[in-house]
C-alpha cells in the first residue's frame, strides 16, 4: 500500500501544477493588469508602478529574455506564482491587504461548523430513507417517494434558501434570517443553513442510495442469506449495507474539499463568514491572490479525496488490492 500511496502522490503532482499554471493564465494574463483600479482614478504613474512593484506585476511574466536561461525564469511572474503556491504563501488580499493564509484560518472554522454536521446529517437521513424504501421496494409508499425525490432535485437550490429564510426566518421568526456570531451562540444562526442544505439535497441522495441498495438486494449472497432463514431486516442491515458501502464511501469522501471550502449560496445569503462567503465576496472585488488560493486549495484537496478513497476501498472491502 505504501508504494501505491507514493505513486498516486507522484502522480498527482502534474494535476497541481497544471492548476496552478492555468490559475495563473486566467487571474494574470485573461484577467489583465488591475493595478490601475487598485491604485484609484486619479492616481499617478509613480503610484500605478510602486502597486505594480509591491505584487510582483513589474516582472516578466513567462520570460526575460530570449532564449531564456534558468535564471531568467526565476524572476518571473510564473516562478512567482508556483512557487509561493507551492509554500503556501499566498501573500495579501487586494481588498483588506491582509495575509490570506490569516483569512482562510479564520474562515475555515464557520464553513466547517457548516458543512460538517450537514454532511453527517444528510448521510444518516438518505441512507435510512434508502434502506426503508428497499424494504418495501414496489410499494405505493416507494414510488411516491421517488416521485417526491424528482420533484425535489427539480426546484433549484436557491429556491429552498429563499423559502426557507421567507417561512421559517421571516414569517415564522424560529431562525435568524442572517448573521453569525462566534462561540456557542453560532448554533442559532446555523440550524437553518443547515436544514436546508439537508433537505435540498436529500432527493438526489434518496434516488442514488435506493439504487446501490437495490442493486446489492438481487446479489447471489442475499439469496443465500434469506434461504438460511435470514430475518429481511438482518439481510438490509448486516449484509446489503456493508456490501454498499464503496459507493457511499465515494459520496462522502468526494466531498471533502466542499467540506472545507464551504457552501458558496448558504454562507452569502446567511451572512456566515466561511471560506464560501470569502470565495464570492472575492469573486466580486475581483480579489485574484484569494480566488487563486481557494482554487490551488481546491485542488489539492480533491487529489488527497481521491487517494483517501482509493484506502478506503480495502478497509471495507477485503477483496480490493491497492497495487
Keep these: 500500500m505504501t508504494a501505491y500511496i507514493l505513486r498516486k502522490i507522484f ?38 508602478a510602486e502597486i505594480r512593484k509591491e505584487y510582483g506585476w513589474d516582472k516578466p511574466m513567462f520570460f526575460n529574455t530570449h532564449p531564456m536561461s534558468v535564471k531568467d525564469f ?30 482562510i484560518r479564520e474562515g475555515a472554522i464557520p ?12 448521510l444518516i437521513t438518505s441512507l435510512s430513507i434508502a434502506l426503508i424504501v428497499a424494504y418495501v421496494r414496489g410499494s405505493f409508499f416507494d414510488k411516491a417517494l421517488v416521485f417526491v425525490c424528482v420533484v425535489g432535485m427539480s426546484i433549484p437550490y436557491l429556491s429552498y434558501i429563499m423559502l426557507g429564510q421567507y417561512f421559517f426566518a421571516y414569517k415564522l421568526g424560529v431562525f435568524p434570517v442572517f448573521g453569525y456570531e462566534p462561540g456557542v ?25 435506493r439504487t446501490v441498495v437495490l442493486d446489492e438486494i438481487h446479489a447471489d449472497y442475499v439469496r443465500t ?9 438482518r439481510v438490509l442491515f448486516k449484509h446489503v449495507l456493508k456490501n454498499a458501502m464503496i459507493p457511499v464511501i465515494t459520496q462522502v469522501v468526494m466531498a471533502i474539499p466542499f467540506l472545507f471550502l464551504g457552501s458558496l449560496l448558504l454562507e452569502r445569503f446567511f451572512g456566515i463568514p466561511g471560506l464560501g462567503y470569502l470565495t464570492v465576496e ?17 485542488s489539492l484537496l480533491y487529489v488527497f479525496g481521491l487517494l483517501l478513497t482509493d484506502i478506503c476501498y480495502t478497509l471495507v472491502d477485503p477483496r480490493v488490492e491497492l497495487r
Design 74 to 103: 526565476f524572476d518571473t511572474q510564473l516562478f512567482n506564482h508556483l512557487y509561493n503556491s507551492a509554500t503556501l504563501n499566498f501573500g495579501t488580499s487586494l481588498r483588506d491587504k491582509r495575509e490570506i493564509s490569516e483569512i
Design 282 to 298: 472575492s469573486i466580486g472585488a475581483r480579489d485574484y491572490p484569494v480566488i487563486s488560493a481557494m482554487t490551488f486549495i481546491g
Design 111 to 122: 464553513s466547517l461548523s457548516l458543512t460538517i454536521p450537514m454532511l453527517f446529517a444528510s
Design 225 to 233: 442469506a434469506r434461504a438460511k432463514g435470514a430475518s429481511q431486516t
Design 11 to 48: 502522480n498527482a503532482i502534474p494535476i497541481v501544477f497544471g492548476v496552478m499554471i492555468v490559475t495563473f493564465i486566467l487571474f494574470r494574463v485573461v484577467g489583465g493588469d488591475i493595478s490601475s483600479e487598485l491604485a484609484g482614478k486619479s492616481a499617478s504613474k509613480e503610484t500605478i
Design 185 to 209: 451562540e453560532k448554533i442559532k444562526y446555523l440550524i437553518l443553513p443547515i436544514l436546508i442544505g439537508v433537505f435540498s439535497g436529500l432527493g438526489s441522495s434518496v434516488r442514488f442510495y
